[in-house]
């Protein structure tokens, strides 16, 4: 088709890039017992090792918190240690 504006060309559209959409993967779940830490269904442990523990992940993944049944402090603690370690999207559910 021919007018203003139109070219007449057989090459193919370039294709528009599209945001890979997140995974669940991409986010790390971990809740707060107390004074102790786990990672999913882990054991529990001292909330400082868990969290050096998690120094060699990807600094762009999502860090869920279940503080719930975790006492204040430790809480805190653990978030304060996450964003030391590079984490930014870190979300601390308490309620």
């Known amino acids: 088709m021919f007018g203003l504006g139109?070219?007449?060309t057989n090459a193919p559209a370039a294709p528009k890039s599209v945001a890979a959409p997140v995974e669940?993967?991409?986010?790390?779940?971990?809740?707060?017992?107390?004074e102790r830490c786990r990672r999913d269904s882990d054991a529990l442990q001292?909330?400082?090792?868990?969290?050096?523990?998690?120094?060699?992940?990807a600094k762009t993944r999502k860090i869920?918190?279940?503080?719930?049944?975790?006492?204040?402090?430790a809480v805190d603690g653990l978030r304060?240690?996450?964003?030391?370690q590079?984490?930014?999207d870190v979300v601390v559910r308490a309620e």
Request: proline share 5%; charged share 20%; aromatic share 2%.
């Open 24 to 34: 669940a993967t991409d986010t790390i779940p971990l809740s707060v017992d107390g």
């Open 80 to 84: 304060r240690c996450l964003g030391e």
């Open 6 to 8: 139109l070219l007449a």
């Open 46 to 57: 001292p909330c400082a090792e868990l969290c050096a523990a998690l120094a060699g992940e």
């Open 86 to 88: 590079g984490f930014r």
């Open 64 to 73: 869920l918190v279940d503080g719930t049944l975790g006492t204040h402090a």
